[in-house]
């Protein structure tokens, strides 16, 4: 009989200890839900008021501010000017030459500047090109007469041309000769002697009138 007592005592016991948990445990259940109730009433609260204030913000009208003064605007002052005083003092003019009715005006003569000298202007291309008397072929045949294979060249075999500058002047003759060009060996002189010795040729012409003309020639020198 205490065996059974004994156990009942115990399941008595085990019934009121799993009952004190429930109830413990439902009750905390209850607390938590009333709990998230008021939060979610607290974020419901203050969304509200968040857009609220929102809205309130955005139907602020705007202020209005008021327009500048207008400048100020300064009228002229007219300021009398006094007359100005006359001078009576004389004034004194001092000659360093005295003038009689004796002293005579000499006039003074303003010589006129010498003209100076026009240079004439020397062409290289004009209308009518000056040109040697019976052609370039009695030019080079002349030439061909005159000139004399330098002894020096004639040993060192030495051949080519010889570019020659002159000037046509408006009579004809030749002048201004120089080589501007040449191959040496006494070449480049025997050259020139032979145009300065050259006869005349006909100048060249420019609007109808003789004119200066500046010509280049070559020269050639060839060993037979």
Known sequence: MEAKKTAKADLTKKSSFFFSIGLLITMSIVVMAFEWKD?????????????????????????????PPPPQVQQP??????????????????FDVEVTEET???QI???????????????TIVEDPASPVGGMTAFYQYVGDKIKYPPQARRMGVEGR????????KD??????????GIGAGCDEEAVRILQGAPKWK??????????QRMVLPITFKLG
């Open 39 to 67: 939060r979610d009433k607290q974020e419901i609260d203050l969304m509200g008021k968040s857009t609220n204030t929102f809205e309130e913000m955005l139907e602020i009208p705007p202020t209005e501010q008021p327009p």
């Open 77 to 94: 002052q007219i300021i009398e000017v006094p007359d100005e005083e006359e001078i009576e003092d004389e004034i004194q003019v001092k």
């Open 104 to 106: 005579k005006v000499q």
């Open 109 to 123: 003569v303003i010589q006129a500047e010498e003209p100076k000298e026009e240079v004439e202007e020397i062409f």
């Open 162 to 169: 010889v570019f020659v500058e002159f000037v046509i002047d």
């Open 172 to 181: 004809g003759s030749i002048t201004e000769v120089r080589a501007v060009k």
């Open 203 to 212: 100048p060249g012409k420019q609007r109808g009138k003789p004119v200066k």
